[in-house]
């Protein structure tokens, strides 16, 4: 089970408090109307699915309802860092890629 | 080929089984295939069947990075069906449900398909209002299918609890009688086998490092065995198809999930059909061993890691304890995870790509392995002729931008 940190409560909880919901940072069209069929179908269904770090939204259902973000590596499933919507990861695929250490071994949260 | 037949085994038997030919050979890469499928497990090689059995394409590699048949061929839960409710989808599991039932004739490999019936339960007015539509369409499309009412349910599967006294009582069911299961490793075997004797190179041990191109066209696929030329390349790799689509230049609209299943201790026969419940979330069916298989839903992050979580197997269990309470003390044997590339529209996506003469046949998710002859069949008529098949073409990667969805989300009688 997956032991994840919800950076609203601010406390280590159990993977079943918590829902996946996804990639996270997918932005909405700011003029969803002018938008291309290309463009909508990007938008709403196509998403990284990457072998590696993910970031990604979760709920924290049973908590405190609130979405936050986690970065997590999708092989070995270790969450390396959550944070709340609107900021920004601290551990990317690229800033370790430029660290040259390997995937799995990352900053924790 | 060394023809299977009960005078054979007599044969072998006098000299102890131990002159028995390989199945396969295990050849080394020519430089250049008219078709490279990406991917040995029961698609692709049915796909590589086809092409070299019925469309006379002869010059095949299935290019696989371990073993025949070692992804989610050797993980699912074996179920065969086509209950499904939209003409679209209908029509492509009904086509494979067709090949099913000649199909260990045709391959002189027994894999073991057993049409034992596939029951799904309804536990609520809405379920039973789904399951007399879906059995209607079903009807229509020819696909044979029947609703039941609890009696009938109670009386056809006798240790399933279709007491008042239950958190959500059974109200009914739809059957298909041609609905069962089959071997799943066997059929991997079966097609490998066959298509190795078609003259089909199976190249075990070959990882696609990336896709060589010219002009927006594909011409052949980088190995950790070196570069193999193609006119044209099918990719059929499942969990890991938004990796070579990444790979290949585009993105695809699949997410990666794990999907569990778990196998008991080995009983005495106790379950003589598939039952599956949507509204409680779990299937089970009993093996010829003996052991219970059970499964359920994904987990719901995304996943390469071939396992999941427990919480996901303790609901899954607590469904099936739900519908059988005699079974609340077996214990379990073994489980396991494997990845599956799940659609917005739980739908697959026989395709081509933005790349030319790449084509791909993934998005199979939770339910790919029923599909497994007639996805082969389509997708080597797509490959050997350059245009999608008829029963293939609705299943356009373009559907996400058209808005064409095929929506199987609970319609296809089971939740994704």
Redesign the interface.
């Known amino acids: 089970?997956?032991h994840i940190f919800c950076p609203h409560c601010g406390e280590l909880r159990g993977?079943?408090e918590f829902?996946?919901a996804?990639?996270a940072h997918i932005p909405r069209p700011l003029d969803p109307a002018a938008c291309t069929?290309?463009e909508?179908?990007?938008y709403?269904?196509?998403?990284?699915?990457?072998?590696g770090l993910?970031h990604?939204l979760w709920l924290h259902a049973a908590g405190c309802r609130k979405y936050f973000n986690a970065t997590?590596h999708?092989?070995?499933?270790e969450i390396l860092e959550t944070y709340k919507i609107g900021e920004k990861p601290d551990v990317t695929a690229e800033a370790q890629a430029s660290e040259k250490k390997p995937l799995a071994q990352g900053a924790t949260a | 080929m060394q023809r299977y037949s009960g005078f054979g085994l007599f044969k072998h038997s006098l000299s102890h089984h131990e002159n028995w030919q390989r199945m396969w050979r295990n050849p080394t890469p020519k430089p250049v295939y008219d078709v490279v499928i990406v991917g040995g497990g029961g698609h692709g090689l049915a796909t590589a069947y086809y092409l070299a059995k019925t469309f006379g394409v002869k010059n095949v590699a299935v290019v696989e990075k371990g073993w025949l048949g070692g992804g989610n061929t050797a993980r699912n839960t074996t179920i065969v069906r086509s209950n499904y409710l939209w003409d679209e989808s209908a029509h492509l599991y009904e086509h494979a449900m067709k090949l099913w039932e000649g199909l260990s004739r045709d391959l002189n490999y027994n894999v073991m398909y057993s049409p034992r019936g596939v029951y799904n339960l309804c536990h609520t007015l809405q379920d039973m209002r789904d399951a007399e539509r879906r059995v209607s369409a079903n009807r229509l499309n020819g696909i044979d299918g029947e609703l039941l009412d609890a009696a009938q349910v109670a009386a056809e599967i006798p240790y399933l609890d279709c007491s008042k006294g239950t958190r959500y009582p059974v109200m009914g069911a739809t059957i298909q009688r041609r609905g069962g299961v089959a071997r799943h490793d066997a059929v991997a075997w079966g097609y490998a086998r066959a298509a190795d004797a078609a003259g089909v190179d199976l190249l075990q041990q070959t990882e696609v490092t990336g896709f060589r191109k010219e002009n927006g066209a594909v011409i052949g696929v980088e190995t950790n065995r070196g570069f193999i030329g193609a006119r044209r390349v099918g990719v059929v790799t499942a969990g890991n198809s938004g990796h070579m689509a990444r790979l290949a230049g585009f993105r695809l609209p699949i997410e990666s999930h794990p999907l569990q299943a778990l196998v008991s201790e080995p009983l005495k026969p106790i379950i003589d059909s598939v039952i599956m419940s949507n509204a409680v979330h779990g299937y089970i069916s009993q093996s010829d061993k003996g052991d219970l298989v059970i499964g359920a839903g994904i987990d719901g992050y995304v996943g390469y890691g071939q396992r999941g979580s427990y919480p996901t197997i303790e609901h899954t269990l607590q469904a099936i304890v739900e519908m059988f309470p005699i079974l609340s003390r077996v214990r379990m044997n073994r489980q396991w995870g494997g990845i599956v590339d799940t659609t917005p529209d739980a739908c697959p996506i026989i395709s081509r790509t933005p790349v030319q003469n790449l084509f791909f046949n993934c998005g199979w998710g939770t339910g790919g392995f029923k599909a497994t002859p007639g996805s082969g069949h389509v997708f080597a008529a797509s490959l050997a002729t350059g245009q999608m098949h008829a029963l293939a073409a609705p299943f356009s990667i373009d559907r996400f931008y058209s808005g064409a969805l095929i929506d199987e989300h609970g319609a296809a009688a089971v939740a994704h």
Do not use: C, K, V
């Open positions: 089970m997956l993977e079943e829902a996946p996804g990639q069929d290309e909508w179908g990007d709403l269904f196509f998403r990284d699915n990457p072998r993910h990604e997590r999708t092989i070995s499933y």
